[in-house]
């Protein structure tokens, strides 16, 4: 990051001006974002103006558990960051324990650590900002107005520059997340599936070298997960200190809207199934990032852009409608029938097939790949 101005918040100094690119959010969507403009230059070849805001320094606020495929670790290059790989998912149900193999292995890794080397990857420039809302292409903040042709909203569930405000739980379609982050260690990548637990949704251990993430998701966002994170925690053994929590979109929205570009949860992109939201922030930042460089280099309009990137979203869409429906069906199971199930389909073929089908909505790949050209929404719909 060539320039980043801590800002203490009793003396912020006042943050205005015009940018070529502005990016609000500086967590895995937006600096996946920032990381695709490393070195971005415009039609002139002049070096490309690009400001990160975040009401935090970057790093500073963990709101995961930060689990992830090993693959993604790996293919930008932030091993550095690793703590603990899994090759098998234990899942626990009311009936008993079930070792599910998995075909590629899952990590953990430590927030502040993996943000710092992902910054490192990105020339942009980074300041401290709440974020209070938009007007047109202008972003006001709590240190001033910031007015960029490409905006970028990395912000999270809110979805703060939508038109209408964004999200409110706990209408809105949400999911709650809460976990604990006490000292210790565990050999185990273990979710349970348990409606003594959370009626739906799932309760998770993370162990991460030194520390164990273990947590509640609730798909209902009216049930409160602290008591059954509580819970969880003491019966494992574990304080439940150090608490972390956020709301989760588990409904894909437009990508796009009124001229902005939406990546990760902001955008709906986090996975409604498993409600895993690292990768898919990733994979959708890249995307959008690519997007942003055309423009800039003048290879295309910010309309094309914004259509081109929509498009490239909405092509998921079918994905996050399937999960989504199996979201709402496996709480409907009967316990022991979902035993069955988790039993029967452990060391299945299509157990490995859908497993391979659910790794690729948001593979790696695209790292080193450029995406394949997307039509305009508008020209297919006229096709
Ligand atoms: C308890 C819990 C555990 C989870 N565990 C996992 C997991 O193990 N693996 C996984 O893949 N997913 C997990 N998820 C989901 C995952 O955390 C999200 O999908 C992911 O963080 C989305 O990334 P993002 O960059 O889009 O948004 P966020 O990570 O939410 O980042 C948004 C950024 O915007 C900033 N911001 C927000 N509002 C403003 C504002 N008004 N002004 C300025 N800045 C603002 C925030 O400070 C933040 O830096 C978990 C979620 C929860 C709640």
Same mark, same amino acid.
């Given at each position: 990051?060539?320039?980043?101005?801590?800002?203490?918040?009793?003396?912020?100094?006042?943050?205005?001006?015009?940018?070529?690119?502005?990016?609000?959010?500086?967590?895995?969507?937006?600096?996946?974002?920032?990381?695709?403009?490393?070195?971005?230059?415009? /039609?002139?070849?002049?070096?490309?103006?690009?400001?990160?805001?975040?009401?935090?320094?970057?790093?500073?606020?963990?709101?995961?558990?930060? %689990? +992830?495929?090993?693959?993604?670790?790996?293919?930008?290059?932030? #091993?550095? $960051?690793?703590?603990?790989?899994?090759?098998?998912?234990?899942?626990?149900?009311?009936?008993?324990?079930?070792?599910?193999?998995?075909?590629?292995?899952? $990590?953990?890794?430590?927030?502040?650590?993996?943000?710092?080397?992902?910054?490192?990857?990105?020339?942009?420039?980074?300041?401290?900002?709440?974020?209070?809302?938009?007007?047109?292409?202008?972003?006001?903040?709590?240190?001033?107005?910031?007015?960029?042709?490409?905006? =970028?909203?990395?912000?999270?569930?809110?979805?703060?520059?939508?038109?209408?405000? %964004?999200?409110?739980?706990?209408?809105?379609?949400?999911?709650?997340?809460?976990?604990?982050?006490?000292?210790?260690?565990?050999?185990?990548?273990?979710?349970? +599936?348990?409606?003594?637990?959370?009626?739906?949704?799932?309760?998770?251990?993370?162990?991460?070298?030194?520390?164990?993430?273990?947590?509640?998701?609730?798909?209902?966002?009216?049930?409160?997960?602290?008591?059954?994170?509580?819970?969880?925690?003491?019966?494992?053994?574990?304080?439940?200190?150090?608490?972390? %929590?956020?709301?989760?979109?588990?409904?894909?929205?437009?990508?796009?809207?009124?001229?902005?570009?939406?990546?990760?949860?902001?955008?709906?992109?986090?996975?409604?199934? $498993?409600?895993?939201? +690292?990768?898919?922030?990733?994979?959708?930042?890249? =995307?959008?990032?690519?997007?942003?460089?055309?423009?800039?280099?003048?290879?295309?309009?910010?309309?094309? /852009?914004?259509?081109?990137?929509?498009?490239?979203?909405?092509?998921?869409?079918?994905?996050?409608?399937?999960?989504?429906?199996?979201?709402?069906? &496996?709480?409907?199971?009967?316990?022991?029938? #979902?035993? /069955?199930?988790?039993?029967?389909?452990?060391?299945?073929? +299509?157990?490995?097939?859908?497993?391979?089908?659910?790794?690729?909505?948001? $593979?790696?790949?695209? &790292?080193?790949?450029?995406?394949?050209?997307?039509?305009?929404? /508008?020209?297919?719909?006229?096709?």
């Amino acid at each position: 990051m060539a320039q980043r101005r801590t800002t203490v918040r009793a003396d912020r100094s006042s943050l205005d001006g015009e940018y070529d690119v502005l990016i609000c959010g500086a967590s895995f969507a937006g600096l996946a974002v920032a990381r695709e403009l490393s070195g971005a230059v415009r /039609a002139d070849g002049s070096p490309a103006r690009v400001l990160m805001i975040d009401r935090y320094e970057i790093g500073e606020r963990q709101t995961s558990a930060c %689990g +992830i495929p090993t693959h993604w670790l790996e293919a930008l290059d932030l #091993m550095g $960051s690793h703590r603990q790989t899994f090759d098998e998912l234990v899942v626990g149900t009311p009936f008993g324990t079930t070792r599910w193999p998995l075909p590629w292995s899952f $990590s953990t890794f430590d927030y502040p650590e993996l943000c710092s080397l992902l910054a490192e990857q990105s020339d942009c420039e980074f300041e401290t900002a709440k974020v209070d809302g938009r007007t047109g292409l202008t972003v006001h903040t709590d240190r001033g107005d910031l007015t960029a042709p490409l905006i =970028v909203d990395a912000l999270g569930w809110r979805r703060v520059l939508a038109t209408d405000g %964004g999200f409110q739980p706990p209408d809105a379609p949400l999911s709650r997340g809460l976990e604990v982050h006490p000292g210790g260690a565990g050999d185990d990548l273990a979710i349970w +599936i348990d409606r003594d637990i959370v009626p739906a949704g799932y309760g998770w251990s993370f162990p991460a070298r030194d520390e164990l993430r273990i947590g509640v998701g609730s798909f209902d966002p009216r049930f409160h997960v602290k008591q059954p994170t509580v819970k969880l925690a003491e019966d494992l053994g574990a304080k439940p200190e150090g608490y972390q %929590g956020n709301w989760i979109p588990h409904e894909l929205r437009a990508a796009t809207e009124d001229g902005i570009f939406f990546a990760g949860d902001s955008a709906g992109h986090c996975l409604p199934l $498993s409600a895993e939201g +690292i990768r898919t922030a990733f994979y959708f930042g890249i =995307v959008c990032g690519r997007e942003l460089r055309g423009v800039l280099a003048g290879e295309r309009t910010s309309e094309h /852009a914004l259509e081109r990137y929509g498009a490239f979203s909405d092509k998921h869409e079918w994905k996050y409608r399937w999960m989504l429906k199996t979201q709402r069906i &496996v709480p409907r199971l009967h316990p022991r029938a #979902m035993h /069955a199930v988790v039993r029967v389909t452990r060391r299945s073929r +299509i157990t490995s097939w859908a497993f391979g089908h659910y790794f690729r909505i948001a $593979s790696p790949d695209i &790292v080193g790949a450029a995406p394949a050209p997307q039509r305009p929404r /508008a020209e297919r719909a006229a096709a």
